[in-house]
């Protein structure tokens, strides 16, 4: 009984983390940065997210407003931060993002308090019984709306014009652009849709949590990283399992690890391993 | 008088804190994003051998051997891993100290280690020492960099398969980086927990790795004189202006940012490029790798 | 210095037996040669015959799955590219990878200093860079750069850079010097006075492997020919000789006519000289 639970709660955060990864990793294949300042994205969507649904009662639109604007802040990030400094070495952009995300932490702690948002009336907080497992109906739906919005990315992805366009520009831009394909702008869609895809992962946070506050992006940012390096940097597939597998590795950790070391340590000291182990990541297909 | 004599100290171990940083990531080009845990392991160790009875100044090698030690093994781990990973790797190292350093009470757990025994040394004796250390740090750098060592350092960091097509053991190199750095860092740590009395693992997080690095950034990746300075500027603002001490972060964050996007080079480059305006000279700071993505 | 001086003296280096696959592919099959000391020996091959992967093999970038590759009668299989180069081999790129923050003198004495390089803590102990600065000095004069000492590598043409490739790996003071298509990117007039330079270093008593695609300049200034093609050793011996081998001619012909013509012409040029 423990273990369903267990890999429920893993799956759970799995989905929230590969959500977080996907739009870091869409990044990194690109443009062979870090991008650490994608989780303030994550925090903006969960607040907006509350803001909104407290505000208008719709689910629908604190997603939808959610969402929007978190994938512009992700395009503006690219256009004021990212795209002024990719002649320079990588450690610059890689600071420069660390930097931004230390500063927007900072504002959200300035401009909405350090104690918290949360939901006046926080939806999908009813209990649903699945096979001898209690579940919130909000687990429910990110697992099943994850799946969802992933899986059509990926369809996007293989079968339009535009997927395929970015596709080519991250295994060979030079090659890409002498199509005609237009190189900022696949790098605009890909910070758009990643970004997008961090505020809609926050949303589901505030949701499952019920609280806001300007730290909660810390956690994911780090983990995030971890987990597109363990999937094999650019790799979409080996983020979405390193994803899982991190999860997986979490929940189990703390319940029989926990006395040693805490969650986050577990999730690094697994990183750290199999880097050594494999170098190039887990799921890496070089 | 005290108060200036208790910035002073701070200023001192940050200084000495910077420098050591300043080695591996400035003169090896070796991102590290968890340097703070070397720090931790100094003060660890110097605190509890202060409570099991050893004079102050006995504790000093030891934390610096341990930390040294540490960073051996994250040197050698550093070099199985591409440049981006370790970047990720070193963050996840010191994610790692904190997270076993919470959860050990004979450690101090969540809650640290205070009311351990003093040094012996009235505080402005204390700051002489710290100055003195700083100062043979810094020194020791600057001579470092005249060696070749320092030239090796360079040649690594800035393209490190061509060092190793040169003849150059790259992994050796590395490896000595991280050993004196992280000695170093263990010294500061030492002296940071006799100064603060207080440590636990929220002391050494990565907020302050990311602070250190900064130092390092502001300063200009390489410059031993800026470095200093700027690890004295950043680490005595919070307490010259009241109002910044809460928003530090806030300045801390937005520095780095305007930094890498304005300045690269730090204080050093913004010096260098006063003084010799010429375009022609390397568009990046000295010893970095000039590899990048088409704009 | 005649090509055929195989005479008492063991080979400085002996390829022997190479067999380097990927994945499923054969990028070398079985390949051996030697080189006497005091050789300027070109390794030649039409596109994808495996040149660049034996260099590597050589240097030991790519791992051989058999055979052995000896300098002066050692081994040195298993060791990393950084031995290798200390044992004895020096190589210079064929993408130049000049050290950009350094002036060319100062990359030069880099390499120059590699006795006092060998470890971290001996390398501590030296301070001064004269005697490789002076050294550098020379090595530049040789390859005729000498006047751009004090300068910056990010202005200089692709030629300059070239023969700064060279004067870096011959600061080395190499028993092998390996050279990956020196003169790619050059144009004839270039190509033609950096193969002169290299024969001058030949003259000098270095022992040279070169991998290049010009063959015209090949032809011209090599005693002795290796020719690969898809990853087989197919002719060995005297340039016009090995040209005039009709397997090596097939597999030029098939493949990049141009360049067997000017082969051609070299052969020409050479019979009537």
Known sequence: MLFFELLAQSLVQGCIYALIALGLTLVYGLLRILHVAHAALFTLGAYLGVLVYNASGSLLLAFAVAMALSGLGGVAMFRLAYQPLLARPPYVALIASIGLYIAAEEVFRIVFGASGLSFAQPPLQAQVAIGGLQFKEAELAVMVSSAIIIGLLGWLQTRTRIGIACQATVSDPQMAESFGIRLNTVRDLNFLVGSALAGFAGVWVAI??????????????????????????????????????????????????????????????????????????????? | MDYEISLLTTIAISVLFALSLNLITGFCGQISLGHAAFLGVGAYTSAMLSQAGWPFLATLPVAMLLAAALGCIVGL??????????????????????????????????????GFPGSGLDKPAFLALALGLAVLTALL????????????????????????????????????????????????????????????????????????????????????????????????????????????????????????????????????????????????????VAKGVQP | ??????????????????????????????????????????????????????????????????????????????????????????????????????????????????????????????????????????????????????????????????????????????????????????????AHALAETIAGINRGGVTIVLIEHNLGEVMRICRRLVVLDNGRKIGDGEPRAVMNDPAVRAAYLGNDSVAASAADAQNQETAHA
Request: hydrophobic letters at 50%.
């Open chain 3, 1 to 190: 210095m005649n090509a055929n001086t195989t005479s008492a003296q063991p080979p400085l280096l002996q390829v022997a037996h190479i067999t380097v696959r990927f994945g499923g592919l054969t990028a070398i099959d079985d390949v051996s040669f030697d080189v006497h000391a005091g050789e300027l020996l070109g390794l030649i091959g039409p596109n994808g015959a495996g040149k660049t992967t034996m260099l590597r093999s050589i240097t030991g970038v790519v791992r051989a799955q058999q055979g052995s590759v000896r300098l002066q009668g050692e081994a040195l299989d298993g060791l990393a590219i950084e031995r290798r180069i200390r044992r004895g081999l020096a190589l210079s790129q064929q993408l130049v990878k000049p050290l950009r923050h350094l002036s060319l003198l100062e990359n030069v004495a880099l390499a120059a200093g590699s006795a006092k390089t060998a470890s971290p803590l001996g390398s501590l102990l030296h301070r001064s860079e004269h005697d490789e600065q002076a050294r550098a000095l020379e090595l530049l004069r040789s390859v005729g750069i000498a006047e751009r000492a004090d300068q910056l590598p990010g202005t200089q043409p692709l030629g300059v850079l070239k023969r700064l490739e060279m004067a870096r790996a011959l600061a080395l003071a190499p028993r092998v010097l390996l050279l990956d298509e020196p003169l790619a990117g050059l144009n004839s007039k270039e």
């Open chain 2, 141 to 288: 750098c600057l001579y470092i960099r005249r060696t070749w060592m320092g030239r090796v350092f360079g040649g690594i960091a800035e393209d490190e398969d061509t060092m190793r097509v040169l003849g150059i053991d790259v992994p050796r190199y590395k490896l000595a980086a991280f050993a004196i750095g992280t000695a170093l860092a263990g010294l500061a740590g030492a002296l940071y927990a006799q100064h603060f009395k207080f440590i636990g693992p929220d002391s050494f997080g990565f907020v302050e790795s990311v602070t250190v690095l900064s130092m390092v950034v502001v300063g200009g990746i390489g410059s031993v004189f800026w470095v200093a300075v700027a690890a004295a500027l950043l680490s005595a603002l919070p307490g010259w202006f009241q109002f910044i001490g809460d928003y530090k972060l806030l300045v801390y964050g937005g520095l780095l940012f305007l930094m890498m996007r304005f300045a690269p080079g730090g204080l050093a480059g913004i010096v260098q490029s006063w003084r010799k305006p010429k375009p022609a000279a390397a568009s990046a700071p000295a010893g970095a």
């Open chain 2, 77 to 114: 781990a550093s070099l199985r891993v591409r440049a981006d990973f370790l970047a990720v790797t070193t963050m996840g190292v010191g994610f790692l100290f904190i997270g076993v350093v919470r959860q050990q009470e004979w450690l101090g757990g969540e809650m640290g280690l205070s």
């Open chain 1, 208 to 286: 499952l949590n019920n609280l806001v506050e300007p730290t909660m992006g810390s956690v994911p940012s780090y983990k995030a990283l971890a987990i597109i390096v363990l999937g094999g940097l650019g790799s979409v597939r080996g983020t979405l399992l390193a994803a899982l597998v991190l999860g997986l590795i979490e929940s189990f950790g703390t319940t029989y690890i926990g006395q040693l070391m805490d969650r986050n340590a577990i999730a690094f000291a697994f990183l750290i391993l199999v880097l050594m182990m494999r170098p190039q990541g887990l799921f890496a297909r070089r």
